[in-house]
């Protein structure tokens, strides 16, 4: 019995210790790409120190070992906390409609590689009526399911082929203009997986341009470095994380190159407890109106896909200071792993910024 409760109490003790400490390395993740995709696993990591800090409470007695434990994971809770409370409660401010000016609403929303129940999603789009959509993961057979329904109703379009994150889409009620400053690879290879970008030129009824910039980014960590024999161990390291920061580097580059005010919109597989995420609104004067807006993973696969809460902020809906957003929020399920973000907007004046 003895030994069963020394066991418990050093697996305790050691998950408390090593989640925060990962905690901490989020913390310090303006330090390094690495560091800062362990924001991606705040959720966990908050739930891992308090439960454990609970744990410590339970099963150890008084002590110099106690107090420790006890001090790791307030240090870890106070990490984590001072990354993911403000983005959770803040928010930035909204407008009120100006009389006269027009208003459009936009859907963005990662349909999900292995949803094929289309007709549930133009129910969907029908139901809530946007006027400009963004979809990714928008591949083959979610293209012959959906575009036949929805086309009628958005009769302008273009879409992106290629590999998992080049398979985005626009769809509108009202004509644009892709710009060069697309980017659509329709042969990528495994190792070349690119970000697709679909920057479209739309003009309101008073005759004011803006722009909707759609996209996918990858993930903030490749694994594959690892495996490769003919690089040392820091350029593995480094290899980890270039894609992903190329990616930033690149649509940072697309944006600031646009004249005049603009969303962006997409999956960009980056939380918004992300630094890299913050750092690039900064860097191309974004407000990030979707920030603490949970979408993913509403499906998880148990034997099975299984639906379960969404935890993850990812997806994302930003716009330049001459947009005025009046609303932001979620949407419900749609049989997709993602959830849609939903956004009413209307554009400056020229005159009024």
Known sequence: MGVLVFMVRAGVGLGLVGASLAAIGALLGFMHPLLDALNHLQPFLLAGTLAGSGLVLVLFRRGRAKRLLLGAGLAGLTASGIIVLPEQFSAPP????????????????????????MARMADVIARKDPDIIALQEYANMQ?????????????????????????????????????????CASNASLDNNPAARLVARFTDRDGTPFHVVATHLNWPVQ?????????????????????????????????????????LVGDFNSTSWSYSLRNFARRVGLTRYSRGLLTYPKLFYIMGWRETPAILPI??????????????WRGNTTGS???????RFSVAPVDQP
């Open 223 to 263: 694994i594959r470095p690892l495996r490769n024999n003919q690089l040392g161990w820091s350029e593995k390291i480094a290899a980890m994380t270039a894609r992903k920061q190329g990616e930033w580097a690149d649509l940072a580059t697309a944006m600031q190159s646009l004249d005049g005010p603009a969303v």
């Open 315 to 328: 997806d994302h809906l930003m716009a330049s200071k001459d947009i005025r957003m009046h609303a932001v």
């Open 143 to 183: 293209r012959a399911g959906l575009h036949p329904r929805i086309v009628g109703r958005y009769p302008y379009f273009v879409r992106c082929a290629g590999r998992k994150h080049s398979y985005i889409a626009l769809y509108a009620k009202m004509p644009f203009r892709l710009e060069d400053s697309s980017q």
């Open 337 to 343: 792993d993602h959830l849609p973000i939903y956004g």
């Open 94 to 117: 909204l407008s009120t409609p100006v009389e006269g000016r027009q208003v459009f609403t936009i859907m963005t929303h990662n349909l999900f590689g292995m949803n094929y129940d």
